[in-house]
């Protein structure tokens, strides 16, 4: 949309309008090319739908744009956004939301109560840069986050983000089945083990498998990677780690500060991160949670897979493999 | 608005045909509400009543719309529902000939009070809905039963896929508390109201995240909390496709 302002509209603060375009996850928005503030206007519908969460096995989801995370938000520090929550018609309950990037009570929770088939907007001024973690914050809230209800909203700082090659969307969550691990059909929520948050599945993008195979993320080798990484809980703290990378840069907690030279980067559940690197060499590179019973045993793994030339000057490969004799030890 | 209209004394017809709705009798009793109410109401004592067996169906919301045409969706002022209201009908007098055993939805409060009335009833209170609900086909209060619990979450109220009366009657004979639709309480506006007052700190405890423990005597009860959140958030000309009632009186 334009931003035509002719002047007469007094009432109005002259700011451009413009609708913010939403992304599925893995996939993040362009960066953001304006130099000044707008109006930016949001408009988000909140699905709760039965989809896959591992092979053989689905949940009845309750998402933020049909998806686990929700859409992705990208917006600018100063901006000023009117946001449009919309509750399908066909939920069963009723939703709202907390923008952790939201200055104000609730975090706009209180503002968007919003039944099944009914609509609701407020508006807010992005006063702080930063990745945010935005979550359905409705009564009993730990069943609305452990069914899907949370996502990232990304304010830009005023003077953008130093431009990279691929940027990605990833974000953890543990869910909580009547079933065990693996076992097939529509799984129930299982109450009993949230509370005592012993999760059956932690995943990155909302089910075991959404990050590898045909949906894993792809890189050429030389590629600065830019990962906005969240986690939505409900429950656990996340570990991440990324298997032969090192992090160049992490903005941890999602703040303006970074880190340098990081290896394992902790996500605290309801916060975010945001980890540079330079992929140097081919390869397939495993997103994990470092409590790696979760990756082992729970779904949470997802691949970076990296095209191009081998380095051998960075990384060889395997250069030798046999026995030794027993007697080489000297012992 | 919310004042008793009069009560028109019923002469019960005892019928058997399969449009009956009947009330059965609930003897009421000390009971403990999972909501938690500023006055100490959560461990109060509930008065007898009666309850209607099933939600109030379409055929029978259907007589009476015709007998009570002010309420047909074509003539409702819009103080007293939404557009949805009845919005799922093919017009102001039929609704699907499939479904006229399901409960009717798209009600707005006002629509289920004034039917109420007009059957000499009124609408529950939260407290007599929650008593009758906490009953199973054994026991009066089996809130404790852990897959009772489970089940009830389950099923959630997806909203009037089959019709009324169809699932195992509770002890009282009551159906369908749990599973099928999100009824009309009365006092559905004033669920809230007493922990509001309680807690200034917490003005909407059900709003978002920190505030919402408060509310509730039993905090596992998730069925319960799920129902609460949604019906607090009603306005007494709201509708909702999953959301219909049934009526209360006193005891005889
Ligand atoms: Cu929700």
């Excluded at chain 1, 002259?14 to 893995?26: C, G, K």
Aim: include cysteine; proline fraction near 7%; charge should be negative.
């Amino acid at each position: 949309m334009n931003g035509c302002t002719t002047g007469k509209a007094t009432a109005e603060a002259p700011l451009p309008v413009e609708q913010a375009q939403l992304t599925a996850p893995p996939l993040v928005p362009p960066p953001i090319s304006r130099k000044g503030p707008a109006k930016v206007v949001v408009d988000l519908e909140m699905v709760e739908q039965e989809m896959r969460l591992s092979d053989g096995v689905t949940y009845e989801f309750w998402t933020f744009g049909g998806t686990v995370p929700g859409s992705f938000i990208r917006i600018r520090e100063g901006d000023t956004v009117e946001f449009h929550l919309k509750n399908r018609h066909d939920s069963h309950v009723a939703h709202n939301i907390d923008l952790h990037a939201v200055t104000g009570t609730g975090g706009g929770a209180e503002a968007t109560f919003t039944l099944p088939g009914h609509k609701t907007q407020f508006t807010f001024q992005a006063l702080n840069p930063g990745l945010y973690v935005y979550h359905c914050a409705m009564a009993p809230v730990g069943m609305h986050i452990a069914n899907g209800m949370y996502g990232l909203i990304l304010v830009e700082p005023e003077e953008g983000l130093p431009p990279v090659d691929r940027e990605y969307y990833v974000m953890q969550g543990d869910f909580y089945t009547e079933g065990d691990h693996g076992a097939p059909g529509l799984q129930p929520f299982s109450l009993e083990k949230a509370v005592d948050e012993h999760p059956t599945y932690v995943v990155f993008n909302g089910s075991e498998g959404a990050l590898t195979g045909e949906g894993a993320l792809t890189a050429n080798a030389g590629d600065k990677v830019r990962l906005f990484v969240g986690n939505g809980g409900p429950n656990l703290v996340s570990s991440f780690h990324v298997i032969g990378e090192i992090f160049d840069r992490v903005f941890y907690e999602g703040g303006s500060k970074y880190q340098e030279n990081v290896q394992t980067t902790l996500i605290p559940a309801g916060g975010a991160a945001m980890v540079e690197f330079t992929t140097e060499v081919p390869g397939n590179f495993i997103l994990v949670d470092h409590s790696i019973f979760r990756t082992f045993n729970k779904g949470a793994l997802g691949i970076l897979s990296v095209d191009g030339e081998m380095k051998p000057e960075i990384y060889t490969g395997q250069q030798f493999s046999g026995e030794y004799p027993e007697a080489e030890g000297g012992r | 608005m919310k004042g008793k209209g009069s009560w028109i004394p019923l002469l019960c017809v005892l019928s058997t045909a399969v449009l009956a709705n009947e009330y059965v009798p609930l003897p009421g009793g000390p009971f403990h509400s999972s909501l938690r109410f500023g006055n100490g109401g959560d461990k109060g004592v509930v008065a007898g009543y009666q309850l209607m067996s099933k939600p109030v169906r379409e055929v029978e919301f259907l007589a009476f719309v015709e007998t009570h045409p002010q309420w047909r969706r074509d003539r409702i002022p819009g103080l007293f529902a939404d557009a949805g209201y009845l919005s799922h009908w093919e017009s102001p007098l039929a609704p699907h000939p499939g479904t006229l055993n399901f409960p009717v939805t798209r009600v707005s409060w006002f629509a289920a009070d004034a039917y109420c009335r007009a059957r000499g009833a009124r609408l529950p209170t939260w407290l007599e809905w929650e008593f009758a609900a906490a009953a199973d086909a054994h026991q009066t209060d089996a809130r404790d039963d852990a897959d009772r619990r489970r089940r009830i979450l389950t099923v959630g109220t997806p909203g009037a896929h089959r019709a009324a009366g169809e699932s195992e009657p509770n002890v009282y004979g009551v159906h369908d508390l749990h599973g099928l639709v999100w009824e009309w309480p009365w006092d559905h506006a004033g669920m809230m109201a007493a922990a509001d007052n309680r807690n200034v700190d917490t003005e909407s405890p059900l709003r978002y995240c920190g505030g919402s423990a408060l509310a509730f005597s039993d905090r596992r009860d998730y069925a319960v909390i799920k129902r609460v959140a949604l019906l607090s958030a009603l306005s007494a000309r709201t509708t909702l496709f999953n959301l219909g009632f049934r009526c209360a009186k006193e005891l005889p």
